[in-house]
């Protein structure tokens, strides 16, 4: 099995950025298996959404609404997925969510992490 933990959510004021991060731990076997990471958001009332996704070979894949805005990053090595949010709307507060699967992008992902909060205020 593969825990997925992440950090670096936070309060930031619009304009403002924040580095999130993600790093999976667990059977190394499981972990080797891994693809696609990548990062999505839950607003309240609203459903979970994709952010952005990178593979093991470091394709990557965004939501529109987060295009030049936001950059996922991914250091095999340390078995970690990183996001940069800069620009932060208020728009974009929401809990963070950080995924993995076998496949490719667009994959079903089998990890989850338990979320992180990222407030941003106007």
């Known amino acids: 099995q593969v825990q997925l933990v992440e950090s670096g959510g936070g309060l930031v004021q619009a304009g403002g950025s924040l580095r999130l991060s993600c790093t999976a731990s667990?059977?190394?076997?499981?972990?080797?298996?891994?693809?696609?990471m990548g990062w999505h958001r839950q607003a309240p009332g609203k459903q979970r959404e994709l952010v952005a996704e990178?593979?093991?070979?470091?394709?990557?894949k965004y939501a529109d609404s987060v295009k030049g805005q936001f950059t996922i990053s991914r250091d095999n090595a340390k078995n970690t997925v990183y996001l940069q949010m800069n620009s932060l709307k208020p728009e974009d507060t929401a809990v963070y969510y950080c995924?993995?699967?076998?496949?490719?992008?667009?994959?079903?992902?089998?990890?989850w992490g338990q979320g992180t909060q990222v407030t941003v205020s106007s």
């Open positions: 995924a993995a699967g076998e496949y490719g992008l667009g994959g079903p992902l089998k990890y």
């Open positions: 667990g059977s190394i076997f499981s972990i080797n298996a891994i693809n696609a």
């Open positions: 990178i593979t093991r070979g470091g394709r990557t």
